[in-house]
């Protein structure tokens, strides 16, 4: 069992990841996780840094879980709809921006980054909206 608290070992994988050490930034989280199975910001944190190595199926179960942990985690819903994106899953990334927007209605990125997902369904006047939705919460979507 590893010493130190499951924060501190969240907040040691968090400096890792970003100094582009993904792999050690999983070991933490790992121990993060392994003090605390109900952290949801570990496995959060922990499907980050796969996305960041490629691995986006892994990183899906990392916010799965983090979403079963905390039905209302606006960030996991929105870093698994960046894996789907990633995957060309274009439909679940939308359904995951929706919540994302559900929880956050003035999240400019999840309305730029479903506009994107829209646009490559072709479904050019839902990206356009969110596109202008975008920019009207944040000019630097415009």
Do not use: W
């Amino acid at each position: 069992m590893p010493t130190g608290s499951a924060s501190s070992y969240n907040k040691s994988g968090i400096a890792y990841r970003k100094l582009g050490q993904y792999q050690r930034a999983i070991q933490d989280y790992d121990k993060a996780i392994q003090l605390n199975h109900n952290y949801q910001m570990a496995y959060n944190n922990r499907g980050v840094a796969y996305q960041y190595l490629g691995q986006h199926q892994r990183s899906i179960r990392d916010f799965d879980k983090a979403i079963q942990l905390d039905p209302n985690y606006a960030d996991a819903y929105n870093n698994r709809s960046i894996a789907y994106k990633y995957l060309g899953q274009y439909q679940r990334a939308i359904e995951d921006y929706d919540k994302v927007i559900q929880l956050e209605p003035n999240a400019a990125d999840a309305y730029y980054n479903r506009g994107i997902a829209y646009d490559e369904l072709g479904q050019y006047a839902k990206a356009d909206a969110d596109y202008a939705k975008a920019c009207s919460l944040d000019n630097q979507y415009c």
